[in-house]
């Protein structure tokens, strides 16, 4: 016998609709159910429920599916309580959780035998999704970094308010003639190849930028000690006339050398500020690099170290002009 193959929902809508013409067309249900090769049963009842509904008792409905093992609202309590500590509390050898292992958890503490596409449903029902986590120094103090955001932070907001000073959050990076490959599509089984040169060389960056949305930056061509970090200043005063400073950065030994201090207490309108230790997701200015160096070099293809000044001067400009993008790298951090 030949099997049947299985008729679309949409299908079958159409099959009744021109059921129903036929009908009023003068042909018997017999002859109707010979014509679509069904029971006689089933078009009696398409006739009923037109007779009944009109049009919208023909239309095909969506199926409810299989029901579901377990009610995620019943296991969202349970779940949020198991994936709100590090995988290590269960035993496992790092913090970061996967299906395998929430299925594993769910068993043993629970009892309940769950799928690994019943667990991602459930996940996704009750707010989860799957993530790559901020990288945060085991050396961080989590108490200092605490009070910078209760206590430092709003302090120096507040006093920028008063002395009508202009804040900015400074840092500094290297970009590598090796670049940040990316991803691109591709047919399935034919890995694309994107050509790179395989000279060695970086160019390093300077940059500071405000929650108002302003973007500076210097690409010196030697390394940045503090007599480069001292010239860097010097632009930022020039940039910004007459109005005081608020530099806020890291606790690098060029920020903090006897050189340093010496010109920002000459300059008498100029105050420097240290984030906690090991606290770069504190500072705003890191959203340049990551969008530097993901996206506007992404792929650079450039071959020489010259080059590759050049090209990251015109990216940064290209950055500068984007006020929005420059005030969310602030938002994303503190509230302004």
Known sequence: ?????????????????????????????????KMFGVHRGSVSRWLTQYSRS???????????GRPKKVDCKVLA????KIIRWPATRYDFENPLWNLSRVERVVKTHLGVKLSKTTIWRSLRDIGFSCQKPERRALEQDPVARQKWLDIEWPKIRLDAKKKRAVIFFEDESTVSLSPTVGRTWARIGHTPTVRVTGNRGSVNVISAVSPSGKLLFKVPRGTVNSDEFILFLKQVLKE?????????LDRGPSHRSKKVASFVESTGRLELFFLPAYSPELNPDEFVWERLKKVELKAHGVKTKEALR???IGKMRGMQSKKALIKSFSRRVYVT
Not at 77 to 80: A, F, N, R
Request: glycine share 6%; aromatic share 2%.
């Open 240 to 248: 910004v006339p007459r109005k005081r400073i608020f530099m806020i």
């Open 310 to 312: 050049s090209k990251t």
């Open 77 to 80: 309590p349970q779940l949020t």
């Open 54 to 64: 009109g049009a919208t008792g023909l239309r095909a409905k969506k199926s409810s």
């Open 1 to 33: 016998m030949r099997k049947k193959c299985p008729v679309k929902r949409e299908s079958l809508e159409s099959m009744r609709i021109r059921a129903v013409k036929a009908r009023k067309a003068g042909m018997t249900v017999e002859g109707i159910a």
